[in-house]
């Protein structure tokens, strides 16, 4: 059985008090576990605030390996069509069209990766709700967040390899193999 005393004073001064009173009534009654309300609160939400902690480290582990992976795969792209690009600004184009292509790339990437998320975080969403009782989904908000962070790291992992399309040198670029 649980009791709740509301007061003004704190906990540790009150432990003596509510103790002796007990005692008075029933000394063979044990009492445990007198902590103040906040302190409960916090014990029982521990589990969640460290189940939401670790999701959002991994959320950032994963958003972190995105950015690698895409960076990777843009510098290979790069480096698999550096004659391309010696040949393009051989024959007149220049550093702005060669980064432009490269993020083009980027983008395509990163509207294909925005359709695919969005429609298959829907679909799990609706999943979510049927299966939980009162789980409400993300709202629009959180999603354009998400596509807003998710550009701008995209466009940030896409600059390093469009720089260094950019500035390669013509002649070395046809020679390069």
């Not at 059985?1 to 029933?26: E, G, H, N, W």
């Not at 702005?96 to 990766?113: P, S, Y």
Request: proline share 3%; aromatic share 8%.
């Amino acid at each position: 059985m649980s009791f709740y005393i509301a007061t003004a004073v704190p906990c540790s001064q009150l432990a003596a008090a509510v103790r002796r009173v007990v005692a008075d009534i029933d000394p063979n009654l044990p009492l445990e576990d007198m902590a103040s309300f906040a302190a409960q609160v916090k014990d029982k939400i521990f589990l969640d605030r460290m189940i939401s902690t670790l999701a959002s480290a991994f959320a950032l582990l994963a958003t972190l390996l995105a950015v690698v992976g895409l960076y990777g795969v843009l510098a290979y792209s790069v480096a698999r069509r550096t004659r391309e690009f010696g040949i393009r600004m051989a024959i007149g184009a220049d550093a702005t069209r060669i980064r432009d292509l490269v993020l083009r790339e980027v983008i395509a990437m990163l509207l294909l990766g925005a359709v695919l998320g969005i429609t298959l975080g829907w679909m799990l969403m609706q999943f979510a709700q049927d299966l939980l009782y009162e789980v409400n989904g993300a709202g629009t908000a959180v999603v354009f967040f998400a596509l807003a962070l998710l550009t701008i790291v995209s466009l940030l992992a896409g600059w390093l390899p469009a720089r260094s399309a950019m500035h390669m040198a013509p002649l070395e670029a046809l020679r390069y193999e």
